[in-house]
């Protein structure tokens, strides 16, 4: 009788195992990492800059890395992209008063995506993020889906791929990049200007 | 490539002379009963719509409504349009007569009256679509080189921002396709030539691109050897109908091997001219096919030596050097367009297809938001873009 409430009740846990936590936990944080690497090389690297200014403004875009793990929601604006949180939203909403995209892009934080990339369970996320596998793999494996405008997301999908050729090492890259482009500014740099901002925050 | 793959064919085929006469039964058995005929004008015109209306009431299905005002590059509010008339008319049955842009649209019009939606816009994404309704969708090509009719991808243009927007999905496969001769015996030989050469490409980058897999592997080499021994001869004799089945199925198995293993950049760069330049989709991969496999070679140099043995035969294959065969290959497809503009006019460059040096920067910009660049096995960037366009000038 007690196996069968276990079996039962299995299903209903977020996590079943020591594992999954451990996925879960560098999944948010390199989500966390990707997101603020982004803004820093909007800056920095005019790749990225012109791949993100490829993206109306105002476009929600959210990036789960499972049904039930972490996700990232953001919007593109005038920073390349900022997060769609209530607490930027109400920011937002407070500085800029004549409807501008800005303000369209924070008060979208409230609804759905427009645009919802998600991986099909945790494991695939986490091999993606810890550079086992790259996006194109990892998109040609079935591995995510897409709802929403495939093609707005193609040019946020050259910038991740950019960003891993930075946040991961050489011997990485060459293996989940098909091309290591030269970076314009330091691994080493950016690491410190991500640590620097998430502390700011 | 990773060992894991997907793989789904879930349409019926209907292949051969006759196959037209089999449809009745096969809409019945769907349980179709309100039937809409999407064609075009120029079917119409020929008599084809017709043709395929007294066959559906020779087994007393009538049809519901028949909609013939497709342009060639079909667009978004096309398909929301013919949606909303679905609605009205209570249609519970699709039988869609055409090339590509019909075959694209019917695909987009199902989607939407399957996901009980109101745009087309709302159900853009890649493998995210719920199955839906059961709305039976039936296709009958009479092109041979989309493959669309088993595919699980609808591209369709967005003529607001000029350009070719994809569904990629498998359950937009369509239930029935039937390959009948009879369909095809009237297609100009410069049509024939441009959708066999697009199937020649599908089967080409079905065969190279990141998920190709065992099974889409033996699709698209006997979809090659389809095309490499019976295209010329469509496009010389139309009335063939050997040679016209055989490409038929070729453009279908092409299309099976595709629609699982994915396309590249010959057709990331190929729908961006499509949109901007509005050179037909099957001319643009013509174009497009020596100059991509040049870019490729060094990531897809084995496969393109495989390709040689089914394109040329095995004396070819076994008479040249291992080390020149994928060369070979290549040289092989230059050839075979050569012939074809000598025979049919068939333009072999971007400048007889009266392309405008003037749009590269458009065509790069538009084909970077293509999925297909994604896939493609080496980097593509609007650099590499731009210098294979200035090749095929």
């Known amino acids: 009788?007690?196996?069968?409430?276990?079996?039962?009740?299995?299903?209903?846990?977020?996590?079943?195992?020591?594992?999954?936590?451990?996925?879960?936990?560098?999944?948010?944080?390199?989500?966390?990492?990707?997101?603020?690497?982004?803004?820093?090389?909007?800056?920095?690297?005019?790749?990225?800059?012109?791949?993100?200014?490829?993206?109306?403004?105002?476009?929600?875009?959210?990036?789960?890395?499972?049904?039930?793990?972490?996700?990232?929601?953001?919007?593109?604006?005038?920073?390349?992209?900022?997060?769609?949180?209530?607490?930027?939203?109400?920011?937002?909403l407070k500085n800029t008063a004549d409807g501008s995209a800005d303000a369209k892009a924070a008060e979208s934080a409230e609804k759905l995506p427009d645009i919802d990339i998600r991986f099909k369970g945790l494991a695939f996320s986490f091999a993606v993020f810890t550079g086992q596998i790259g996006i194109a793999e990892?998109?040609?494996?079935?591995?995510?889906?897409?709802?929403?405008?495939?093609?707005?997301?193609?040019?946020?999908?050259?910038?991740?791929?950019?960003?891993?050729?930075?946040?991961?090492?050489?011997?990485?890259?060459?293996?989940?990049?098909?091309?290591?482009?030269?970076?314009?500014?330091?691994?080493?740099?950016?690491?410190?200007?991500?640590?620097?901002?998430?502390?700011?925050? | 490539m990773t060992d894991f793959f997907e793989f789904q064919s879930k349409t019926k085929i209907l292949s051969g002379r006759g196959a037209l006469l089999r449809l009745p039964n096969e809409i019945r058995l769907l349980g179709g009963s309100r039937i809409l005929l999407i064609s075009d004008e120029t079917l119409k015109k020929i008599g084809m719509t017709e043709r395929i209306r007294s066959i559906l009431q020779e087994e007393n299905l009538q049809i519901a409504e028949i909609f013939t005002d497709i342009p060639t590059d079909s667009s978004l509010s096309v398909a929301n349009h013919i949606a909303e008339i679905c609605r009205d008319r209570q249609i519970d049955a699709i039988i869609a007569?055409?090339?590509?842009?019909?075959?694209?649209?019917?695909?987009?019009?199902?989607?939407?009256?399957?996901?009980?939606?109101?745009?087309?816009?709302?159900?853009?994404?890649?493998?995210?679509?719920?199955?839906?309704?059961?709305?039976?969708?039936?296709?009958?090509?009479t092109t041979s080189g989309t493959g669309s009719?088993?595919?699980?991808?609808?591209?369709?243009?967005?003529?607001?921002?000029?350009?070719?927007?994809?569904?990629?999905?498998?359950n937009i496969q369509p239930d029935i396709a039937v390959l009948d001769p009879e369909m095809t015996v009237s297609m100009p030989p410069k049509v024939t030539a441009a959708?066999?050469?697009?199937?020649l490409c599908h089967a080409v980058e079905g065969y190279t691109c990141l998920q190709k897999n065992p099974l889409s592997d033996a699709y698209a080499v006997t979809a090659v050897r389809l095309v490499s021994e019976n295209l010329v001869r469509a496009v010389k004799d139309g009335s063939d109908t050997d040679a016209r089945i055989a490409m038929a199925n070729a453009a279908l198995m092409a299309g099976i091997s595709f629609s699982n293993s994915m396309v590249g950049i010959v057709h990331g760069i190929g729908h961006a001219l499509g949109a901007v330049s509005r050179v037909p989709h099957g001319t643009a991969m013509n174009i497009l096919l020596?100059?991509?496999?040049?870019?490729?070679?060094?990531?897809?140099?084995?496969?393109?030596?495989?390709?040689?043995?089914?394109?040329?035969?095995?004396?070819?294959?076994?008479?040249?050097?291992?080390?020149?065969?994928?060369?070979?290959?290549?040289?092989?497809?230059?050839?075979?367009?050569?012939?074809?503009?000598?025979?049919?006019?068939?333009?072999?460059?971007?400048?007889?297809?009266?392309?405008?040096?003037?749009?590269?920067?458009?065509?790069?910009?538009?084909?970077?938001?293509?999925?297909?660049?994604?896939?493609?096995?080496?980097?593509?960037?609007?650099?590499?873009?731009?210098?294979i366009l200035e090749k095929a000038y």
């Not at chain 1, 996700?71 to 109400?90: F, M, N, Q, V, W």
């Not at chain 2, 369709?156 to 498998?170: A, G």
Request: glycine share 8%.
């Open chain 1, 1 to 92: 009788m007690k196996k069968i409430r276990r079996q039962t009740a299995r299903p209903d846990r977020k996590f079943r195992t020591v594992k999954e936590i451990m996925q879960y936990i560098v999944c948010a944080v390199i989500l966390k990492f990707l997101y603020h690497g982004l803004r820093i090389l909007y800056r920095h690297d005019d790749r990225v800059k012109q791949d993100l200014d490829r993206i109306d403004r105002g476009t929600t875009i959210r990036l789960s890395c499972s049904s039930h793990g972490p996700e990232l929601k953001i919007t593109a604006s005038e920073h390349g992209i900022d997060r769609c949180t209530p607490r930027r939203c109400r920011r937002y």
């Open chain 1, 138 to 201: 990892a998109f040609s494996g079935h591995m995510m889906y897409v709802n929403g405008d495939f093609s707005k997301i193609m040019s946020l999908v050259r910038c991740m791929e950019q960003a891993e050729r930075y946040l991961f090492p050489s011997f990485m890259g060459r293996r989940i990049l098909k091309k290591l482009l030269p970076k314009k500014i330091s691994s080493l740099r950016l690491y410190a200007s991500i640590i620097f901002s998430m502390i700011l925050r």
């Open chain 2, 97 to 141: 007569l055409g090339g590509g842009s019909v075959i694209d649209t019917s695909k987009g019009v199902r989607m939407i009256l399957s996901q009980k939606s109101d745009d087309i816009l709302k159900l853009s994404g890649y493998e995210g679509l719920p199955a839906g309704k059961g709305i039976p969708l039936c296709i009958i090509p």
């Open chain 2, 149 to 170: 009719e088993v595919t699980g991808v609808a591209v369709i243009r967005d003529e607001n921002r000029n350009l070719k927007m994809e569904f990629i999905s498998t």
């Open chain 2, 195 to 199: 959708t066999g050469m697009d199937a």
């Open chain 2, 290 to 387: 020596p100059h991509c496999m040049m870019y490729n070679m060094d990531e897809c140099e084995k496969g393109y030596a495989d390709l040689l043995l089914w394109l040329a035969g095995p004396e070819i294959y076994a008479a040249t050097p291992e080390s020149g065969r994928a060369h070979a290959c290549v040289r092989f497809i230059r050839r075979l367009s050569e012939q074809l503009r000598a025979i049919c006019g068939l333009p072999l460059t971007l400048s007889e297809a009266g392309v405008s040096k003037a749009d590269f920067e458009r065509i790069a910009e538009t084909s970077l938001r293509d999925g297909a660049n994604l896939v493609n096995p080496k980097y593509v960037d609007r650099d590499v873009i731009l210098s």
